[in-house]
């Protein structure tokens, strides 16, 4: 049994009094409806907002009340989540199954703070890492590194997958408007369609590699970047592969048996989680693009936002707010999933990033003490951008059968001046959170369609389609603009609502062996199938290997 010493409270959440409580509450508010609600508690809507910097946070559409986050708030109290945020933030290992500290929080840290871990400050390493980014990121951006034919680099290829994927593809989406000219390109699947698809638009002398993995040992990966490898040096030479391949790992042997240069080596420390660890050397795809002055602003949002969550009162406090109402909905109303819809193109990557932050490290079913749990922990995420969503899915959260909590997010001000469109974006974001919660009842229906015209008849048969049953909660994250600075608080934000919900769910968010089992036995399968050779399976999975055999050799 794995106990962890810095979690001194290892509760789980259905123990402390709050939790019984929480649970007789939710039968009464049940009974309630959220405009109810709004019509017993004065200036609801101010009590149950909160605003910090350029955030401003609507959560008054939810089915809660004052009682509802007291009784939270009471939880948190019990289970010790002060402590604990204290041991995230001062390097204790609290990824207890793999015996490491947690601190990605450090990489955005101010170069006066100190920090030791196994008796090392590693700010300072930290800021060295930092250095040797902003100095390389430079040479690129200014046009004094060159590629083996002299030319000046055009395009920066991240070959990584999860964490060492997710968090470029979807900040160099994000702050598009920053961005110079350079190219940014991602290679992540195993698919070889996928890799030739990219390399094909390629011009190998202005091109550069990142080869970002933390192992140095991930299959996509590391075959990818071999098949890279081997295309390169069909026009370059190995002696000009230092001005193309870059590695950002663990693993400081590994990449060097790949044959790149010592300074081309950029090492990601143990204690940086995958899906968390844009804010170092994988985020330097990032850090070209939009140049280190803007990359250093996305560090200093998302440090603002660590001192928000470390130091303020949790009543005030977002990531712990947003994650408690999350909790109520997951572990007292049964919602199994959580929808995050950005209205803005530019985060549309961001509910794919944040799948992997949240499922990744809340997908468990062993508590702390090594024992099966007997309540629900990760929610599932999903979204899309607004106003497209409208047009996709939107019918189900109106009118399903599903109860499915919403993250509106959006910005006030629109990056190119659009303010006309931008206001009726806007508009549809509140619209929608408006409808989902109101909804329409049967009067106000047949009143309208009175004053079209319709007969009796067509009304009472149109009537029941037309009705929305409302009381549908949502949370409205509205921020000032886009800027990094904004956006580096914004991932923060969700990175620590994720940890509080790991911490009240008493299970350890920061290790991932859910991942190990597939990979394993798409190993074996892969020796039986470069073989022709076929080993013990399930027979569901022989017939399809099988299948996988036969027709290949039709079509070989
Ligand atoms: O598949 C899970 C995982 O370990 C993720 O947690 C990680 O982000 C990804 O694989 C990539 O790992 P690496 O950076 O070591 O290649």
């Known amino acids: 049994m794995i106990k962890n010493p810095f979690l001194s409270s290892n509760i789980s959440p259905n123990c402390p009094n709050a939790w019984e409580k929480l649970k007789s509450h939710h039968g009464e508010l049940s009974k309630k409806s959220i405009v109810e609600l709004f019509s017993s508690e004065k200036d609801r809507e101010k009590s149950l907002s909160l605003s910090w910097e350029d955030f401003f946070i609507d959560f008054s559409k939810n089915k809660i009340n004052s ?249 005030n406090n977002i990531p712990v707010i947003l994650a408690l109402i999350s909790i109520w909905y997951n572990n007292f109303w049964g919602a199994d999933s959580e929808a995050v819809i950005p209205y803005s193109q530019y985060l549309k990557n961001f509910p794919s990033y944040l799948q992997q932050a949240s499922m990744e490290s809340n997908g468990k079913n062993i508590n702390r003490d090594g024992k099966k749990i007997s309540y629900q922990t ?43 469109q931008q206001d009726k974006l806007i508009s549809n974001l509140f619209g929608q959170a408006e409808a989902l919660m109101l909804g329409k009842n049967k009067s106000q229906v047949i009143k309208e369609l009175e004053k079209k015209g319709l007969s009796k008849k067509e009304i009472f048969k149109l009537t029941p389609f037309k009705i929305f049953d409302g009381n549908r909660p949502s949370n409205t994250i509205m921020i000032k603009e886009l800027t990094p600075y904004n956006l580096g608080a914004l991932i923060a934000l969700y990175e620590h609502k994720i940890f509080v919900q790991g911490i009240v769910w008493n299970i350890f968010s920061f290790d991932q062996w859910g991942v190990e089992l597939g990979k394993e036995l798409a190993n074996k399968i892969y020796d039986d199938i470069s073989k022709n050779t076929l080993k013990d399976y399930d027979s569901s999975t022989k017939q399809l290997i099988k299948f996988y055999l036969k027709t290949k050799t039709l079509f070989l």
């Open 378 to 420: 990760g929610n599932i995420i999903w979204g899309s951008t607004g106003t497209n969503a409208q047009h996709a899915f939107f019918q189900l959260l109106h009118q399903g059968t599903k109860l499915i909590p919403i993250d509106f997010i959006g910005f006030v001000k629109s990056l190119h001046a659009q303010e006309n």
């Open 67 to 315: 009682t509802t986050i007291d009784l939270l708030l009471d939880l948190v109290k019990e289970l010790d989540l002060r402590e604990s945020i204290d041991a995230l933030f001062s390097g204790k290992k609290i990824n207890a199954t793999e015996n490491r500290s947690v601190l990605h929080t450090a990489l955005r840290s101010e170069t006066k703070d100190t920090l030791l871990v196994d008796g090392e400050n590693i700010i300072s390493n930290i800021q060295e890492n930092k250095k040797r980014m902003f100095s390389l990121a430079k040479k690129i951006i200014n046009e004094d590194w060159r590629g083996f034919s002299d030319k000046p680099i055009k395009t920066i290829v991240n070959v990584g997958i999860g964490g060492s994927n997710l968090g470029p593809v979807f900040v160099n989406e994000a702050l598009k408007f920053y961005r110079n000219d350079i190219n940014i390109r991602f290679i992540s699947n195993i698919e070889g369609d996928h890799l030739f698809e990219i390399l094909k638009s390629l011009d190998p002398e202005s091109t550069i590699f990142i080869i970002a993995s933390k192992t140095f040992t991930t299959q996509e990966t590391i075959i990818n970047a071999k098949t890279i490898k081997d295309w390169f040096l069909q026009k370059g030479s190995i002696k000009s592969f230092g001005r193309h391949f870059i590695a950002v790992t663990s693993s400081i042997e590994k990449a060097k048996a790949f044959e790149i240069a010592d300074e081309n080596i950029f090492h990601i420390a143990d204690w940086t989680g995958g899906r968390f660890s844009l804010w170092g050397p994988v985020g330097l795809s990032i850090c070209v693009s939009i140049g280190p002055n803007n990359f250093e602003r996305l560090l200093n949002g998302a440090y603002s936002m660590d001192k928000h969550f470390r130091n303020s009162e949790f009543k």
